[in-house]
């Protein structure tokens, strides 16, 4: 650097003028992160409030749940996890809900991975068509669903078992899942494929070893949807172990609660704060894989 540019630079130096390359403070943009932050913090407070209020009525009496809104109890019963848990036999639902929560995320990640493959990658007569009516399907309501699926599992012999409830969940039209997996593996090169199909790799060979690992940020939000839909499903496992109830998943076991003369409240807040628990601790761990999934879905 020569002389005259650092007699220059001293000169902005005590005037108080910042030299070229320095970054300068950005009031406007700190202005408005702290408007974003007092816009966003009630609304994120509001919206948590009833999950809060939920574990604080569920260690409270049952007669003093409704006593206020506030979430800080004057006692302490943790006696209503214990009676929930045991008494009203919650384990052995929480197990139910397990078998049939990972039973039909790995089946959900197998077909629509392998379904959205092929949309994603080859070209063939109808696609578009196919693409759109499975759109389509988005909008058809569960309850339309619900009597082919109890006739169906009825027919395979496969009511009053936990099979037939992960068969039902799995079986599904996936069509979000399915157009994630169809949006990432299009925007992947093409070079991949043809490598691997001059070292003679096949068709399930190239999938399974090329394309499904590049895809794990797709499949951890796979992963996500279907296990809260499966985890917090109440209309499937409750049609299909109305003749089975040890078989009830813990969204009807919490159902159950609720009697004709009398309600315990606080027991059924336990049990849904004991139900809700894996669902938050699963998002926490896959949230950052839950958003790299999404924007590289739908990137162009």
């Given amino acids: 650097m020569t002389t005259p540019e650092l007699t220059a630079r001293g000169s902005r130096a005590k005037m108080g003028v910042p030299s070229a390359g320095v970054s300068r403070p950005r009031p406007r943009g700190r202005v408005r992160r702290m408007v974003t932050y007092a816009i966003l913090t009630p609304i994120a407070l509001a919206w948590i409030y009833p999950f809060l209020w939920m574990m604080s009525a569920s260690v409270r009496p049952n007669g003093k749940v409704f006593a206020g809104l506030g979430l800080f109890p004057t006692k302490w019963f943790f006696s209503n996890y214990t009676d929930a848990w045991v008494d009203a036999e919650m384990g052995r639902y929480f197990l139910n809900t397990v078998v049939v929560t990972f039973g039909g995320v790995a089946i959900v990640v197998f077909t629509t991975a392998t379904m959205g493959y092929v949309l994603g990658r080859y070209a063939f007569p109808g696609r578009?068509?196919?693409?759109?009516?499975?759109?389509?399907?988005?909008?058809?309501?569960?309850?339309?669903?619900?009597?082919?699926?109890?006739?169906?599992?009825?027919?395979?012999?496969?009511?009053?078992?936990?099979?037939?409830?992960?068969?039902?969940?799995?079986?599904?039209?996936?069509?979000?899942?399915?157009?994630?997996?169809?949006?990432?593996?299009?925007?992947?090169?093409?070079?991949?494929?043809?490598?691997?199909?001059?070292?003679?790799?096949?068709?399930?060979t190239i999938f399974v070893r090329v394309f499904l690992p590049l895809a794990?940020?797709?499949?951890?939000?796979?992963?996500?949807?279907?296990?809260?839909?499966?985890?917090?499903?109440?209309?499937?496992?409750?049609?299909?172990?109305?003749?089975?109830?040890?078989?009830?998943?813990?969204?009807?076991?919490?159902?159950?609660?609720?009697?004709?003369?009398?309600?315990?409240?606080?027991?059924?807040?336990?049990?849904?704060?004991?139900?809700?628990?894996?669902?938050?601790?699963?998002?926490?761990?896959?949230q950052r894989y839950f958003v790299e999934g999404i924007a590289g879905a739908v990137k162009q």
């Avoid at 068509?129 to 058809?140: N, P, R, S």
């Avoid at 039209?173 to 790799?201: N, V």
């Fill in 128 to 204: 578009r068509i196919l693409v759109a009516v499975l759109g389509a399907l988005v909008f058809l309501p569960q309850g339309y669903t619900i009597i082919p699926i109890f006739d169906l599992i009825g027919k395979l012999h496969l009511d009053g078992t936990l099979f037939g409830i992960i068969i039902a969940e799995s079986g599904q039209a996936h069509i979000i899942q399915l157009l994630l997996y169809a949006g990432y593996f299009r925007q992947l090169p093409k070079e991949l494929e043809e490598s691997a199909t001059m070292d003679g790799a096949g068709f399930f």
């Fill in 216 to 286: 794990k940020p797709v499949t951890a939000t796979v992963v996500i949807l279907q296990f809260i839909a499966s985890w917090n499903d109440f209309l499937l496992p409750l049609v299909l172990t109305l003749s089975q109830p040890d078989l009830r998943t813990l969204a009807v076991a919490v159902y159950s609660f609720q009697g004709e003369n009398y309600t315990s409240y606080a027991q059924m807040n336990a049990a849904s704060t004991i139900s809700l628990l894996p669902v938050v601790v699963v998002f926490l761990l896959l």
